[in-house]
């Protein structure tokens, strides 16, 4: 493969160094010029295009250019580009470079080829900011095209170059290809290069190779912030808060300091209630390093504190931290309230953030949404299908999706139906979220219906689907139905093991059937730890049926597993109660108060 320079020193001859030329007069006059030169190329634009004589000079035009790009001017760019054009600068190959790269960076990638086919003389550099701005455009098969073009070409590869390939790689998520780049990295020598490390580990995490990633992160030498987020975000992509919790104290305990971007990565791997103590910790470093301010940190802090089921009244204390409320924020809150099923509060986000003039955007509807269907306002939920009614994310799935589950949620199936028929395609959200709500409201056999329709379409049942599909069978006493899909589901090697709510839901089919023995021995088979609901499931069905004896094995279990549970103590009760037994049935209660158990008040949505 031969390589090819630009030519720049091809007039630069050396001599020897004369006394005369290094007169105060002459190193005077340099570095006035030197100053003039560099201070115009840092000035802004627009005070640039005042002063038509200083864009003769093509380092300040070049530099200017690249101000446009960084800062995404891009009118001010093609303002530049017809001065290049008059000034007959259109074939100098690095103003060219500088003009492709303003125009992918402003996401303007069909002007940025069109003048790079326009370019003459290419360099790597040339190739490199055209594939850049694919990349940027999330058009990750023309930048792999350019790569394969740019080596057919024989130009020599940068790291630059071949990072720009391995995000494309991440983006379309190709392992395959992306490990061809790899060999082709360490084939080139840049198996240290930190930018092309930083961009395989990447690759690799996108991809789901955790190992590989880990491979390439050990084997950099010097390894900066960049590498260390890089490797961070993976484990936060992954699922894997607790290697990714690990991965921050080394990096402190090498000197080196996280960003905001380290710790928004970072942030992002806490899902769950047990995360929230990590949650916490970091959070702790972000106000010790005071980066508490930083408006990205703060929406996720946000986004995750309500994930990982924090109280109430701290996600006031955080919603409170936000200072400046753009829609990324208020995306954040809603989706916050939503999660802790505060419709009210949500719904008065929305208002704020409408009357604050923020753009509602897919995410803002699919937040709202959720957050009314989880308090069962269902005219409220009305009201804003009606104005999505009016805008163009009607067609959205994940709005189209909210409102199939809005409607499920509240009872209305025939309106969740309805808008289910409408949509174009279905995903698996669409088909649980409208099963769900069937098989909760009464409409099991339609939902049995749906659940043998999706099967033999093209979204496959998952882990919710089949609860769903149990929970079916459960009410309307279908117990062989029932067993056959929990059987079909534990025999799919493509489904995760069966769940406690599974087996709950099992133990709850035989119960309503009468079969109290056969729930019993199937909670003694379960290869899983048992769980307080299979106990309540057997209890509840002990009522039903008036079996003592079982009852009170099963109330046993559960209050060694809740004593502090008062429905335990009340079904239990009932269960005497309902079999005649009297005066057991007072000596429970009696147990519940002496142990300072009190049931919870009830209240009505009416």
Not at 196 to 224: P, T, W, Y
Not at 478 to 494: I, V
């Amino acid at each position: 493969m031969s390589h090819r320079f630009p030519a720049i020193f091809s007039q630069h001859r050396t001599r020897k160094s004369s006394s005369f030329l290094r007169t105060p007069n002459l190193q005077s006059n340099r570095r006035k010029r030197y100053s003039s030169t560099a201070g115009a190329a840092d000035t802004d634009p627009n005070d640039v295009l005042q002063q038509p004589e200083l864009l003769q000079n093509p380092y300040i035009l070049n530099k200017i250019i690249s101000s446009c790009a960084e800062t995404g001017s891009l009118s001010m760019g093609i303002q530049l580009h017809s001065h290049a054009i008059k000034m007959g600068f259109h074939s100098n190959v690095y103003i060219s470079t500088s003009l492709i790269d303003m125009y992918g960076k402003c996401s303007a990638t069909l002007w940025a080829h069109k003048l790079f086919d326009e370019t003459p003389d290419r360099n790597a550099v040339t190739w490199n900011s055209l594939m850049s701005g694919y990349v940027k455009s999330r058009d990750p098969c023309t930048a792999i095209e350019l790569f394969r073009k740019m080596l057919s070409a024989e130009f020599c590869i940068t790291p630059f170059g071949v990072s720009a390939a391995l995000v494309a790689c991440a983006q379309m998520e190709y392992s395959e290809l992306g490990a061809q780049l790899h060999s082709l990295s360490l084939k080139a020598g840049f198996e240290s290069n930190i930018v092309v490390g930083s961009s395989l580990i990447d690759m690799h995490a996108k991809s789901g190779n955790m190992e590989d990633s880990r491979k390439v992160f050990d084997g950099l030498v010097d390894k900066n912030v960049v590498a260390w987020t890089s490797m961070i975000a993976g484990y936060a992509l992954n699922q894997c808060p607790d290697k990714a919790m690990v991965l921050i104290k080394e990096m402190s305990r090498c000197g080196l300091k996280a960003n905001y971007v380290t710790y928004n990565s970072l942030l992002s791997s806490f899902r769950c209630p047990d995360d929230l103590i990590h949650c916490k910790q970091i959070h702790c470093r972000v106000i010790r390093e005071g980066l508490e301010s930083n408006p990205f940190l703060n929406t996720t802090l946000v986004i995750i504190y309500s994930e990982c089921a924090c109280s109430l009244s701290e996600f006031y204390e955080i919603s409170s931290s936000v200072k400046e409320f753009d829609q990324i924020a208020w995306n954040a809150v809603i989706a916050g309230f939503a999660n802790f099923e505060v419709g009210e509060e949500a719904l008065t986000c929305f208002s704020r953030m409408r009357l604050a003039g923020c753009t509602v955007d897919f995410f803002t509807f699919s937040s709202i949404l959720k957050a009314l269907g989880n308090s069962s306002l269902l005219e409220e939920g009305k009201q804003i299908h009606a104005l999505v009614s009016k805008t163009w994310h009607s067609a959205n799935l994940y709005v189209q999706n909210g409102l199939v589950s809005m409607y499920a949620r509240c009872g209305k199936i025939d309106d969740a139906k309805r808008v289910f028929s409408s949509m174009d395609e279905h995903d698996l959200v669409s088909w649980n979220s409208l099963l769900t709500g069937c098989a909760q409201h009464g409409y099991g056999r339609e939902a049995i219906k749906m659940f043998e329709q999706m099967r033999s379409g093209e979204v496959k049942p998952n882990s919710t689907t089949f609860l769903a599909a149990l929970t079916a069978c459960s009410h309307v006493g279908l117990l062989e139905k029932g067993l056959e899909y929990f059987d079909l589901m534990k025999r799919d090697n493509f489904l995760p093991p069966a769940r406690l709510e599974h087996y709950a839901c099992v133990v709850d089919l035989y119960g309503r059937a009468g079969f109290l023995h056969e729930a019993e021995a199937f909670i003694d088979s379960m290869p899983i730890e048992r769980g307080p609901s299979v106990y309540k499931a057997l209890l509840s069905a002990c009522q039903i049926h008036s079996n003592k004896e079982i009852a009170l094995r099963s109330a046993r279990k559960l209050v060694e597993l809740c004593p502090k549970d008062p429905a335990i103590y009340v079904l239990l009760a009932n269960v005497l109660a309902t079999e005649g037994s009297w005066n057991d049935a007072a000596r429970v209660r009696k147990i519940m108060c002496d142990k300072g158990v009190r049931k919870k008040a009830g209240y009505s949505w009416l």
